[in-house]
């Protein structure tokens, strides 16, 4: 399985990105997420949808400013950054987890395949 994410980028305080992720490879995952990693920091749990029924998952730090989605047609998720700030930089990865249940969602060793990253700079 690949997971090709792209998007990232520099953008100014109160800006917008939107970052795209789309597995190939393998039939739909249970879970799909978006994990970030800024330097010297492990990586946190930003978003995750269940692909059967949309069922979506944030954190508190990015509630009401990000959604996730997925475009099924497409076979592709996307994560939309509105209000962003310069503690949203960092290295943004989309996962997918074949077998992970919900409690387990924000845990990145729940899955199975991740993409390279994408850099995400928030200036101020």
């Known amino acids: 399985v690949q997971l090709q994410a792209s998007g990232g980028g520099l953008v100014q305080a109160g800006g917008s990105l939107r970052l795209s992720c789309a597995p190939s490879g393998r039939s739909f995952s249970r879970y799909l997420a978006w994990f970030r990693q800024a330097p010297g920091k492990e990586r946190e749990f930003v978003a995750a949808?269940?692909?059967?029924?949309?069922?979506?998952y944030y954190a508190d730090s990015v509630k009401g400013r990000f959604t996730i989605s997925r475009d099924n047609a497409k076979n592709t998720v996307y994560l939309q950054m509105n209000s962003l700030a310069p503690e949203d930089t960092a290295v943004y990865y989309c996962?997918?987890?074949?077998?992970?249940?919900?409690?387990?969602?924000?845990?990145?060793?729940?899955?199975?395949?991740w993409g390279q990253g994408t850099q995400v700079t928030v200036s101020s």
């Open positions: 949808i269940r692909w059967s029924g949309g069922n979506t």
């Open positions: 996962a997918a987890g074949y077998a992970t249940i919900l409690s387990m969602i924000r845990t990145p060793r729940a899955y199975d395949y």
